[in-house]
């Protein structure tokens, strides 16, 4: 059982989310001209590109595999140069394909290799997080981190595909599930309430069951709402900017940390500090902000940061990529799913910080 997920627009992508998919949907989103294939991996998971690899082999592919450095070390402009290299050494083509398999670093990466080489190549995620599967793989946002900043270089580039295997969680850690999550709670306050519903009525050892119906059907609801709002803005003209809730303060947290901070973790605190920010203008009630309190913990997900200082934090803040103008602007709730993107003067920070633990 699987579910297609359709993302238009001047790009078009499909993305298939279900379980036990095995290798055929990533055959068929190959070009029919291609006749070679960059399977970019995370170390983990060497075996499985292996046997993706020979599988493209025993059709007729040359398939070549490459992993890189874990995590976010991975994002980084040596690992893409050598990757350059490899395609360079594969004449990958510009109907080849480079298959992303990892999580969302991998996807980010290597999607910024797909997007540069010979100015475009096929890219085929195959996300094997949570996180990946509901944030980083869909969308098109492809990139590397530098010393200043996450994610601020790299280019609008969707894959052609999105093979999404429930099946391929089944090994992570809970925290990295609850990780993952955090992206979807997020989807839920933006844009899909049901979504908040089915969190708040379903035990958290079932929702976090990479087996259970219920993760099925939030992860796919969260895949709708990012490919709705990507279908109507994919290069963040406007739209799309509202799938940044939580994460002006989560990337000033993962920076500050050296992104020794899980994403997820890190945006459910900024989710958190951004319900606080629009309660004190009025615009969510007290009620809505305890809810999300109440269903980042559910999973397990922290809701306060004690680590680093307001003004540290700021200072990190003002090169967060919706700054315009030197004024911070905030991604904030007027109501659940009624999410807008809104300049912030430095002063309004400080109570909703210190709220949720964060000193001066």
Known sequence: MSTTIEVT?????TITVGRDLGFDPIVAA???????????????????????????????YEAATADH????????IDVVAGLWDTCGRLQLGRK??????????????????????????????VPTTLLGMVDAAVGGKTGINT??????????????????DMSLL????????????????????????????????????????????????????????????????????????????????????????????????????GCCF?????HARGQLSSEDVARHDELFSRVGLPTRYEGHTLAELTHIMASDKKVRRGVLRFVLLDGIANPRTEAVEPGELAAPAEAIGIRP
């Not at 070009?31 to 059709?59: F, G, N, W």
């Not at 450095?69 to 980084?76: F, L, Q, R, V, Y």
């Not at 951004?274 to 629009?278: G, K, Q």
Request: net charge negative; proline share 4%; glycine share 8%.
């Open 170 to 269: 089944s090994s992570l850690p809970r925290e990295d599930l609850a990780a993952g999550a955090a992206e979807v709670i997020k989807c839920g306050f933006i844009a899909d309430p049901v979504i908040l519903r089915i969190v708040e009525e379903t035990d958290p050892d079932v929702l976090l069951d990479p087996s259970s119906e219920q993760l099925a059907e939030i992860t796919t609801r969260a895949v709708a709402v990012k490919a709705r709002v990507v279908s109507a803005d994919l290069t963040e003209g406007g739209l799309r900017e509202i799938l940044n809730y939580g994460h002006t303060l989560a990337h000033a947290i993962e920076r500050a940390n050296d992104y020794t901070w899980r994403h997820g973790d890190a945006v459910a605190v």
């Open 30 to 60: 190959l070009d029919s001209a291609a006749t070679k294939v960059l399977i970019v991996h995370a170390r983990p998971l060497a075996s499985r590109a292996q046997a993706l690899a020979e599988h493209l082999r025993s059709l007729g």
């Open 274 to 278: 951004a319900a606080r920010l629009a």
């Open 9 to 13: 627009g001047v790009q078009p992508s």
């Open 69 to 76: 450095p874990d995590a976010e070390a991975g994002k980084a």
């Open 96 to 125: 080849d394909a480079i298959i992303a398999m990892g999580g969302g670093a991998t996807t980010d990466m290597a999607g910024f290799v797909a997007a540069t080489w010979l100015r475009g190549v096929s890219l085929i995620n």
């Open 147 to 164: 010393s200043v900043g996450k994610n601020l270089v790299g280019s609008f580039y969707p894959a052609c595909a999105v093979v999404a």
